[in-house]
C-alpha cells in the first residue's frame, strides 16, 4: 500500500487482541484526506511553565496508521516542567473548530521527575460551522513521581468528525489522569493508551458521552502494565438516543513482570430509545500469574421502579430521562480541576438539553 492509500484509509482504535472478527468490532476504518491543514490553539500558558522539543516516540491509542497521517501536518505545541515543579494554573489550549476543511494539531508534554501539571484541551464547534475534520493528537512522558491530569472537552457541533488520540509513558510512581467529556460531534474516534512502564504508576480514566441523532463515538482505551505493583482504573459512563451508535473497547493488558499490579474497567450504559447501536468491549490480556484484573458493564433503560418513585412524585418523564442524562456528563465534569472550566462546561450541559421523544 503506498503512502496515500494509506493516509486516505486509516486503522485506527485497533484493539491489542483479536475478537470474533464477523462483529466487526475489533478496529475502526477511517477514511480522510492525504494531508491536514494545521489547527492553531487560543493557549493559555501558566506561569514557569517552559516550551519544549520533541518527545521519543509515544504510542497511542488511535494506532501507527494515524500517528504516520497526523504527524505530516499538524501544528505541534510542545511544553515541559522543570524537575519538582508543581504548576498551580492550568495549561488551557481551545481549538477552534470552523469546519469545512481537514485540520490538526499535536500537543507533546514532558513532565520531569516530582512534578504536577493539568492540561484542559476545549475542542470547541463554531456557530452554523461547516462540516469538516479535526484530528489531535496528545502524547505525554511522565518521569518517575511526576502527575499530569488531562481534560479533553469534546463539544465540536452538528456536522464535525473528531479524531482524538493520547499516548502517555509513565515511569516509577507516575501518575497520569484522563477525563473525556463527549458532548456531541457527528462521529468522534478517541483512542487513549497508558503505557504503565515504571513501578508502582498509575493510570485512571473518567469517561462520560451523550451521543444523539445518528451520530457515532467509538473508543479505545487502553492500559499496558509493564512495572510490578502498577494500577489502572478505566470509568465509562453515557447515554445513547435515537439511532446513535457507540463502540467502547477497554483493555488491561498485564504483561509478564508485571506482578502485584491491579486493573478495572466498566462501563455504565443507558439506553434511551430501541433505535440505539450499542457495542462494549471489556478485555483483560495476561501474561502474569500474580495480577488482579476486573471488568463489568451495566447496559439498559431506567430501572421501571425508580421511573415509577420519580413520576409518583410528580416529575414528568421526559424530564426524568433528561435528568439522568445529563447527570452522567455533569458528573464527569464535576471532576475538572479548574472552576471556570468546570462551570462553563455544567452551563454548556444545561443549554443542550437532553429530551426523550
Not at 491536514?36 to 519544549?52: D, M, S, Y
Not at 496508521?65 to 498551580?88: H, L, P
Not at 479533553?152 to 507516575?174: K, W
Not at 444523539?212 to 445513547?240: C, P
Request: negative net charge.
Amino acid at each position: 500500500m503506498n503512502a496515500t492509500q494509506q493516509a486516505n484509509n486509516l486503522v485506527v482504535n485497533h484493539l491489542p487482541g483479536q475478537t470474533w472478527n464477523w462483529l466487526k468490532m475489533n478496529d475502526a476504518r477511517v477514511a480522510v484526506d492525504a494531508s491536514a491543514a494545521p489547527l492553531e490553539a487560543q493557549i493559555t500558558v501558566p506561569e514557569g511553565l517552559r516550551e519544549g522539543g520533541a518527545l521519543v516516540p509515544i504510542g497511542g491509542g488511535m494506532g501507527p496508521d494515524y500517528d504516520r497521517w497526523i504527524q505530516q501536518d499538524a501544528a505541534v505545541k510542545a511544553y515541559e516542567t522543570a524537575e519538582g515543579q508543581k504548576v498551580a494554573e492550568p495549561l488551557k489550549l481551545t481549538y477552534a473548530l470552523a469546519g469545512g476543511k481537514t485540520a490538526a494539531a499535536a500537543c507533546r508534554i514532558d513532565a520531569k521527575a516530582g512534578s504536577e501539571l493539568t492540561v484542559i484541551m476545549d475542542f470547541a464547534g463554531q456557530p452554523e460551522a461547516q462540516p469538516g475534520t479535526a484530528a489531535f493528537s496528545t502524547k505525554l512522558h511522565l518521569a518517575a513521581g511526576a502527575a499530569v491530569t488531562l481534560v479533553q472537552i469534546h463539544r465540536s457541533g452538528a456536522g464535525q468528525r473528531i479524531l482524538n488520540d493520547v499516548g502517555a509513558v509513565l515511569e516509577e510512581n507516575a501518575k497520569f489522569n484522563v477525563i473525556h467529556l463527549v458532548m456531541d460531534g457527528a462521529s468522534t474516534y478517541v483512542g487513549c493508551q497508558a503505557d504503565l512502564k515504571g513501578d508502582q504508576s498509575s493510570f485512571n480514566a473518567d469517561v462520560a458521552y451523550l451521543v444523539q441523532n445518528e451520530d457515532l463515538l467509538d473508543t479505545n482505551y487502553v492500559a499496558l502494565h509493564h512495572g510490578k505493583k502498577t494500577e489502572s482504573r478505566i470509568i465509562s459512563a453515557g447515554v445513547l438516543r435515537d439511532r446513535a451508535e457507540k463502540l467502547f473497547r477497554g483493555t488491561i493488558d498485564f504483561k509478564k513482570g508485571a506482578a502485584g499490579s491491579v486493573g478495572n474497567e466498566k462501563e455504565d450504559v443507558m439506553l434511551m430509545d430501541d433505535t440505539v447501536v450499542n457495542k462494549t468491549i471489556p478485555l483483560i490480556l495476561c501474561a502474569e500469574e500474580d495480577v488482579e484484573g476486573n471488568h463489568g458493564a451495566t447496559i439498559g433503560k431506567l430501572d421501571d421502579a425508580l421511573l415509577f418513585y420519580m413520576e409518583s412524585r410528580g416529575i414528568d418523564v421526559d424530564d426524568i430521562y433528561e435528568m439522568i442524562a445529563k447527570s452522567k456528563l455533569e458528573a464527569a465534569s464535576r471532576l475538572i480541576p479548574d472552576q471556570a472550566v468546570r462551570e462553563d462546561v455544567q452551563d454548556y450541559i444545561e443549554a443542550h438539553q437532553v429530551q426523550k421523544q
